[in-house]
């Protein structure tokens, strides 16, 4: 909205397009080429530096070489770290990547880069990266490569060459885990670019008198405290070279944040505005534990007092920053803070003093770093005031880098020195270069009369002079628009990393054969990308709602330099651009909406083809499964003739032992009681021989139906538990268990493992030996399910029911240590209950309503309440009446010998009914005691 000039006539001028201004026509005198003379060695160290890493294809098949931007940047500032540029630098805020973060830049050097551009000496690459943020790469021309071999100095080539070699290796600038390396294959160090130098100032809370409410309270002063930073320190490592300073500063630092009336309301009452103890100190720091006595927080508190504010429409308040700071390092950062229900939010301050300079002189390279640290520090204050909700849009805005969020600068003064008109500020030279630390890059420069002038730039304008504060309204119907256009700009950048998204997850829908994986992780990815939508959405509506809230803020002012400066600013401009800029992005949201509806109709459609091709298979494998089950059925038949027929052979073959021709028929005992009473007779033998083949069949189907009754009869049960475990005790109380087979299933969420045992003492189990089968996730400790068998004579009624087989195995687990005592018991409660029906209530006036209870051998019985007790509440009774726990009641019995082991046997006791228990470790003495008692 705010770009410079561009010529009417584009034919007759010299344009460069990576010129930082955009298209910009440049003066007839500049477009010539430059003499010799008119480069300084920072020119020719800098060209030299570039013509290390690019290189101009001289044939077809060789490659061209560049460099980028943000390395060239980089090794500018090691330049002037180690003393081969004589230029000045200052934190400024650039994008990596998706991350905004604050670099130590030279706005010198970036001006003799531009220098070097015009002149031809080198040459730009304007590149789009896959993160959709345009860069610029550079690259020596060969007039270049003749100016530095006959103006640069052999001793000069050797700083650069100490500067970008290491052992004869061209050093390579690498953005790792949010820092920049310098490297080679054997060599690796940190540059401090990203440290962002203090200094020491102090500052008073300030909001224009446009802002407050008539007869509010006067807001604080820290002028008195001035004089603490000019005795302090600073970390700055650089000698500065002061061009301009300014007097008398006030700063407005404007961002938007998606409010609404429901917002403010909570902020207010987070505040506790309407509380006789307003305010107080905050933190972003969640409760987690909020029922403990005691809780920690990290350093860096924010104080909060309240000014004015209404409860649904906005807030003014005052904060204190309690930050640590570097050792020598002061910073009193008192802020004034406006929030308001369009999302405006305002922070105010007045310099008091930076450094040795109190309210005069105020250095331009010192405010530049006062201004990226009440940034920073103002995003933290906010984090501490907003709402979760109000968090996660802007963590979803930002890509979770919000403390680095840009925001916009609006610098008040009365006086600047040197004062000159507007124009001659943007010299491209000294003066621009100084004003580029705090306003990024220049846009335009002009007079509102005699005495103030107004500069615009890429990170917000400086209006300075006598009459400055006057045009309070203006400022800040410019700032809350501009703070509007800057977010809009981050909504913008957001939505093509939504379509990339889309691109991608479209790409996988196409290959999904190639990754088992790919489904899964494609409905993951548009969950997400939905629930991005939803919020940017959101988002939207808070600014198209913003800009129709309050019109009276974009009027128009009357007086001539007020109305002079609302023309420069462009603020119709911008609202209407943010107006349609918004609906287009709706536009454009619709339809990313639209793109993931048809992925996940796509994705289920391939979910359904791969689930039909399972269909398929699985009706497949039921059809040989049938026709294996057909062949057994023959078999079984055979089976059952085979049987029949190796009865009769092994009765025959017995026959054939004793009477066989071989052994003993020739004897005479043997002819005298086998051959001639039966051998010798017709029929006989023949009827003996099946007799016998008769009884031997009869011993074998016996002997195979008493080995099928002993496992036909089954009790299983299965169990979904899906509770916490303590894998140690796991191991312990499994390794006292003869474990048969061990099975792993592993994937990136889960590790499954599946383990299975026969238990080897029946006396626990009723005389049966149970299998059990456990599934537990070893990665994250749960218990998923159970599985228990137990094999029984089908003929015989079973000693124990499925219930009491659960509750047994977890009660065992409990006692192990496996699982919480809490936990266990869920487990074993879930366990049918019993369901008394009204013709089996017990009325209280009964005069037997309770049941006998005794351990063996006593001589008395003790009486327990009789009601509608489970079979866990019955056991609990017991273990209350004879002082042990639960556990320890080891079986339950109604006399004479029939066990009671579940519900079900509990429902059947009768008023009156005697039991007899057997408890686990029940002191002798204490049972001769019991014995012994009346």
């Given at each position: 909205?705010?770009?410079?000039?561009?010529?009417?006539?584009?034919?007759?001028?010299?344009?460069?397009?990576?010129?930082?201004?955009?298209?910009?026509?440049?003066?007839?005198?500049?477009?010539?080429?430059?003499?010799?003379?008119?480069?300084?060695?920072?020119?020719?160290?800098?060209?030299?530096?570039?013509?290390?890493?690019?290189?101009?294809?001289?044939?077809?098949?060789?490659?061209?070489?560049?460099?980028?931007?943000?390395?060239?940047?980089?090794?500018?500032?090691?330049?002037?770290?180690?003393?081969?540029?004589?230029?000045?630098?200052?934190?400024?805020?650039?994008?990596?990547?998706?991350?905004?973060?604050?670099?130590?830049?030279?706005?010198?050097?970036?001006?003799?880069?531009?220098?070097?551009?015009?002149?031809?000496?080198?040459?730009?690459?304007?590149?789009?990266?896959?993160?959709?943020?345009?860069?610029?790469?550079?690259?020596?021309?060969?007039?270049?490569?003749?100016?530095?071999?006959?103006?640069?100095?052999?001793?000069?080539?050797?700083?650069?060459?100490?500067?970008?070699?290491?052992?004869?290796?061209?050093?390579?600038?690498?953005?790792?885990?949010?820092?920049?390396?310098?490297?080679?294959?054997?060599?690796?160090?940190?540059?401090?670019?990203?440290?962002?130098?203090?200094?020491?100032?102090?500052?008073?809370?300030?909001?224009?008198?446009?802002?407050?409410?008539?007869?509010?309270?006067?807001?604080?002063?820290?002028?008195?405290?001035?004089?603490?930073?000019?005795?302090?320190?600073?970390?700055?490592?650089?000698?500065?070279?002061?061009?301009?300073?300014?007097?008398?500063?006030?700063?407005?630092?404007?961002?938007?944040?998606?409010?609404?009336?429901?917002?403010?309301?909570?902020?207010?009452?987070?505040?506790?505005?309407?509380?006789?103890?307003?305010?107080?100190?905050?933190?972003?720091?969640?409760?987690?534990?909020?029922?403990?006595?005691?809780?920690?927080?990290?350093?860096?508190?924010?104080?909060?007092?309240?000014?004015?504010?209404?409860?649904?429409?906005?807030?003014?308040?005052?904060?204190?920053?309690?930050?640590?700071?570097?050792?020598?390092?002061?910073?009193?950062?008192?802020?004034?803070?406006?929030?308001?229900?369009?999302?405006?939010?305002?922070?105010?301050?007045?310099?008091?003093?930076?450094?040795?300079?109190?309210?005069?002189?105020?250095?331009?390279?010192?405010?530049?770093?006062?201004?990226?640290?009440?940034?920073?520090?103002?995003?933290?204050?906010?984090?501490?005031?907003?709402?979760?909700?109000?968090?996660?849009?802007?963590?979803?805005?930002?890509l979770g880098n919000t403390l680095n969020r840009d925001k916009v600068n609006v610098i008040i003064a009365d006086r600047v020195v040197p004062k000159q008109s507007a124009e001659r500020y943007l010299d491209k030279d000294a003066f621009e270069n100084e004003i580029r630390q705090v306003l990024g890059d220049t846009y335009e420069a002009h007079d509102?009369?005699?005495?103030?002038?107004?500069?615009?730039?890429?990170?917000?304008?400086?209006?300075?002079?006598?009459?400055?504060?006057?045009?309070?309204?203006?400022?800040?119907?410019?700032?809350?628009?501009?703070?509007?256009?800057?977010?809009?700009?981050?909504?913008?950048?957001?939505?093509?990393?939504?379509?990339?998204?889309?691109?991608?997850?479209?790409?996988?829908?196409?290959?999904?054969?190639?990754?088992?994986?790919?489904?899964?992780?494609?409905?993951?990815?548009?969950?997400?990308?939905?629930?991005?939508?939803?919020?940017?959405?959101?988002?939207?509506?808070?600014?198209?709602?913003?800009?129709?809230?309050?019109?009276?803020?974009?009027?128009?002012?009357?007086?001539?330099?007020?109305?002079?400066?609302?023309?420069?600013?462009?603020?119709?401009?911008?609202?209407?651009?943010?107006?349609?800029?918004?609906?287009?992005?709706?536009?454009?949201?619709?339809?990313?909406?639209?793109?993931?509806?048809?992925?996940?109709?796509?994705?289920?459609?391939?979910?359904?083809?791969?689930?039909?091709?399972?269909?398929?298979?699985?009706?497949?494998?039921?059809?040989?499964?049938?026709?294996?089950?057909?062949?057994?059925?023959?078999?079984?038949?055979?089976?059952?003739?085979?049987?029949?027929?190796?009865?009769?052979?092994?009765?025959?073959?017995?026959?054939?032992?004793?009477?066989?021709?071989?052994?003993?028929?020739?004897?005479?005992?043997?002819?005298?009681?086998?051959?001639?009473?039966?051998?010798?007779?017709?029929?006989?033998?023949?009827?003996?021989?099946?007799?016998?083949?008769?009884?031997?069949?009869?011993?074998?189907?016996?002997?195979?139906?008493?080995?099928?009754?002993?496992?036909?009869?089954?009790?299983?049960?299965?169990?979904?538990?899906?509770?916490?475990?303590?894998?140690?005790?796991?191991?312990?109380?499994?390794?006292?268990?003869?474990?048969?087979?061990?099975?792993?299933?592993?994937?990136?969420?889960?590790?499954?493992?599946?383990?299975?045992?026969?238990?080897?003492?029946?006396?626990?189990?009723?005389?049966?030996?149970?299998?059990?089968?456990?599934?537990?996730?070893?990665?994250?400790?749960?218990?998923?399910?159970?599985?228990?068998?137990?094999?029984?004579?089908?003929?015989?009624?079973?000693?124990?029911?499925?219930?009491?087989?659960?509750?047994?195995?977890?009660?065992?687990?409990?006692?192990?240590?496996?699982?919480?005592?809490?936990?266990?018991?869920?487990?074993?409660?879930?366990?049918?209950?019993?369901?008394?029906?009204?013709?089996?209530?017990?009325?209280?006036?009964?005069?037997?309503?309770?049941?006998?209870?005794?351990?063996?051998?006593?001589?008395?019985?003790?009486?327990?309440?009789?009601?509608?007790?489970?079979?866990?509440?019955?056991?609990?009774?017991?273990?209350?009446?004879?002082?042990?726990?639960?556990?320890?009641?080891?079986?339950?019995?109604?006399?004479?010998?029939?066990?009671?082991?579940?519900?079900?046997?509990?429902?059947?006791?009768?008023?009156?009914?005697?039991?007899?228990?057997?408890?686990?470790?029940?002191?002798?003495?204490?049972?001769?005691?019991?014995?012994?008692?009346?």
């Open positions: 909205p705010m770009g410079g000039p561009a010529g009417a006539d584009l034919r007759r001028q010299v344009v460069s397009p990576f010129h930082h201004k955009g298209l910009v026509p440049l003066p007839a005198a500049r477009a010539e080429e430059r003499s010799d003379d008119f480069w300084t060695m920072n020119h020719m160290k800098l060209l030299y530096l570039i013509s290390k890493y690019s290189h101009c294809a001289q044939t077809v098949r060789e490659k061209e070489r560049w460099i980028r931007k943000l390395p060239l940047l980089v090794l500018m500032y090691e330049g002037i770290v180690q003393k081969v540029f004589e230029y000045d630098y200052a934190p400024a805020s650039e994008v990596v990547e998706t991350t905004r973060v604050y670099l130590n830049v030279t706005q010198e050097g970036k001006d003799d880069l531009d220098d070097l551009v015009e002149g031809k000496l080198v040459k730009g690459l304007r590149l789009s990266t896959k993160e959709h943020q345009s860069v610029t790469a550079y690259q020596i021309s060969p007039s270049g490569l003749q100016l530095i071999s006959k103006r640069l100095p052999d001793e000069e080539r050797q700083m650069v060459d100490d500067l970008c070699l290491v052992d004869g290796k061209l050093l390579q600038v690498v953005w790792e885990e949010s820092k920049f390396l310098l490297r080679t294959m054997t060599f690796s160090r940190e540059s401090s670019i990203t440290e962002a130098e203090d200094v020491s100032y102090v500052v008073s809370p300030y909001l224009p008198r446009v802002l407050r409410r008539v007869g509010g309270p006067v807001m604080s002063s820290n002028a008195h405290r001035a004089s603490e930073s000019a005795s302090k320190e600073s970390t700055i490592r650089d000698d500065l070279d002061e061009v301009i300073t300014i007097s008398n500063v006030t700063i407005l630092i404007g961002e938007w944040i998606p409010f609404g009336a429901n917002q403010v309301v909570e902020m207010n009452l987070k505040l506790g505005s309407n509380e006789r103890c307003q305010g107080g100190y905050f933190t972003a720091q969640v409760d987690d534990d909020s029922t403990n006595t005691q809780c920690e927080v990290p350093t860096g508190l924010t104080s909060v007092t309240i000014l004015d504010h209404d409860m649904t429409r906005f807030t003014n308040m005052e904060a204190q920053v309690y930050y640590p700071e570097d050792d020598g390092v002061v910073q009193v950062e008192h802020f004034g803070i406006h929030t308001r229900m369009d999302g405006t939010v305002v922070y105010g301050l007045m310099i008091e003093s930076v450094m040795d300079r109190i309210l005069e002189n105020i250095s331009l390279d010192n405010l530049a770093r006062l201004l990226v640290d009440v940034h920073i520090d103002s995003s933290k204050i906010m984090e501490s005031l907003l709402s979760s909700h109000q968090r996660d849009l802007l963590d979803m805005i930002f509102l009369g005699d005495s103030d002038i107004v500069i615009t730039g890429s990170h917000g304008i400086m209006l300075v002079g006598p009459q400055s504060k006057m045009q309070e309204p203006v400022l800040l119907a410019f700032l809350s628009l501009r703070s509007r256009d800057v977010f809009v700009h981050n909504v913008f950048s957001r939505l093509f990393i939504i379509d990339d998204t889309l691109k991608t997850a479209r790409q996988l829908i196409a290959k999904y054969e190639r990754d088992p994986n790919s489904i899964p992780r494609i409905r993951h990815t548009l969950s997400e990308t939905s629930k991005d939508i939803i919020l940017l959405e959101e988002v939207l509506l808070y600014l198209q709602e913003s800009l129709e809230q309050d019109t009276s803020i974009w009027a128009e002012p009357v007086d001539d330099a007020g109305h002079k400066l609302y023309q420069i600013l462009k603020i119709k401009s911008i609202l209407n651009d943010l107006q349609i800029r918004i609906t287009d992005m709706q536009k454009v949201l619709l339809g990313a909406r639209h793109e993931v509806n048809g992925l996940r109709q796509m994705t289920d459609t391939i979910a359904e083809t791969q689930m039909f091709r399972l269909q398929e298979e699985i009706r497949g494998n039921s059809s040989d499964m049938l026709q294996q089950l057909k062949i057994n059925e023959r078999q079984s038949t055979s089976l059952d003739v085979m049987q029949v027929i190796f009865a009769g052979s092994l009765a025959f073959d017995i026959l054939d032992r004793l009477t066989g021709e071989w052994s003993v028929v020739h004897t005479s005992w043997a002819r005298a009681y086998i051959v001639d009473p039966f051998m010798s007779k017709p029929l006989v033998w023949f009827l003996i021989s099946m007799i016998v083949w008769f009884g031997v069949g009869t011993a074998v189907f016996s002997v195979m139906r008493d080995l099928n009754d002993k496992t036909a009869g089954v009790i299983t049960y299965r169990v979904k538990v899906n509770k916490a475990i303590d894998l140690n005790a796991l191991d312990t109380y499994l390794s006292r268990k003869a474990v048969m087979s061990e099975d792993g299933n592993a994937d990136a969420l889960n590790a499954h493992q599946k383990v299975s045992w026969v238990e080897r003492d029946p006396t626990k189990w009723e005389g049966y030996m149970p299998k059990v089968e456990m599934i537990y996730d070893v990665k994250h400790g749960f218990l998923l399910s159970v599985y228990l068998q137990v094999a029984r004579r089908a003929s015989k009624p079973a000693k124990l029911r499925p219930e009491t087989l659960k509750m047994r195995f977890f009660t065992e687990l409990q006692e192990a240590g496996v699982m919480a005592p809490d936990d266990a018991a869920e487990v074993i409660d879930n366990t049918r209950r019993r369901q008394t029906r009204d013709d089996e209530l017990v009325s209280v006036e009964d005069s037997t309503v309770f049941l006998k209870v005794r351990v063996p051998g006593e001589r008395h019985y003790r009486e327990i309440p009789f009601g509608r007790q489970s079979y866990l509440e019955l056991r609990e009774e017991i273990a209350h009446k004879f002082d042990c726990r639960p556990v320890q009641v080891l079986q339950v019995f109604k006399e004479p010998d029939v066990l009671i082991a579940d519900d079900d046997d509990v429902s059947r006791l009768k008023p009156g009914t005697v039991l007899e228990v057997n408890i686990k470790k029940l002191a002798a003495h204490k049972a001769a005691a019991i014995a012994a008692a009346p």
